[in-house]
């Protein structure tokens, strides 16, 4: 079975930062594409960032040069690293995972199969 959590979402002033985080095991952390993906009210779920097993990132046109997805090896532990927040940021952040390199490959043509439970962020004005 796959898990992921997520845990780091919260409240926070336009300009601010806050730091996403998504513990899974350690078969899925290497093995598998990893991403983040958000949907805001009333909006269907898009793609942020993503991350394929050798490192290569790919990053939505919205947020490039404001967010940056990592992985951290010894904690088997996904982030996203989001400054420079806009209220347009504002939205439920999912951390997802699929074995399907196409998805880490394919701009988000592709949904993947397994999500975690979200984390909200919220950017006021």
């Known amino acids: 079975q796959v898990q992921l959590v997520e845990s780091g979402g919260g409240s926070v002033q336009a300009g601010g930062s806050l730091r996403l985080s998504c513990v899974t095991s350690g078969y899925i952390y290497s093995r598998y594409c990893m991403g983040w993906f958000r949907q805001a009210p009333g909006k269907e779920r898009v793609g942020v960032a993503t991350?394929?097993?050798?490192?290569?990132?790919n990053y939505s046109d919205s947020v490039k040069g404001r967010f940056t997805i990592s992985k951290d090896n010894a904690k088997n532990t996904l982030y996203l690293q989001m400054n420079s927040l806009k209220p347009e940021d504002t939205a439920m952040y999912y951390c997802a995972a699929d074995p399907r390199a196409a998805v880490c490959r394919g701009g988000y043509s592709l949904q993947p199969n397994y999500w975690g439970q979200g984390t909200q962020v919220t950017v006021s004005s």
């Open positions: 991350i394929d097993r050798d490192g290569t990132t």
